[in-house]
């Protein structure tokens, strides 16, 4: 299984528009984040998490040529805008397979009717095939997913479990019973927003008391603001184990 790092940042992204931020400014690659989502792919198959507004970009520069669909973890704006870019997706492949609670799909369905709608669509406009998430296990290609259910803030979110990998952002609060369900969890990735306490996502502290908890072999922090700091800086205040993931990161399970 190969996992990688299409966007690493918050829902403004770093550099934020405007800002005189010293991390916003810094010419490190690393400092420079999309919005947050990943690229899974094992056998043949390749699947994506969230599509949020920088999804045109992100398939360019991880010179990615089909998907089999996209797992969206809520509605949130920062995971979904970008739905109007999957459509050389379609042109090529056809309806795109949509992996969602059902919440969210009709969330989806409100913002982007032309997308949804099965009455005269306009030319040229995308189809999908919707897939209602329930909290158990569903199958991706060869492979059984298992959401992983938290909260941000009051907001109903899933995190998802890729075999020996699992993805958890947005996350706030996530309770004993699902925690349970990242047993043995080899690469765990969680969202870690700022040093400050957040209401809707894990801070720093609670990010690494989450990996302390779970005890995977190796843990990347996503989801970044840029008041956490510059990468290399907080990059070595980490334990051994736990690591900044950075925009096209690949890792290899």
Known sequence: MKVTFLGTGTSQGIPVIGSDHPVCLSNNHKDKRLRVSVLVEWDD???????????????????????DGIVFTHEHADHTSGLDDIRPFYFRQGDIPFYAHKRVLGELAKRFNYIFTTEDKYPGVPSVIQHEIKNEAFLLGNLNVIPINGYHHKLQVFGFRFGDFAYLTDMKTVDETEMKKLDGVKVLVVNALREKEHISHFNLKEALAFIEKIKPETAYLTHISHYLGFHDVVQQSLPENVYLAYDNLQIEL
């Open 45 to 67: 198959y390749a699947y994506v998490v969230d599509c949020g507004p920088d999804f045109r970009q992100q398939m360019l520069r991880a010179n990615c040529h089909k998907i």
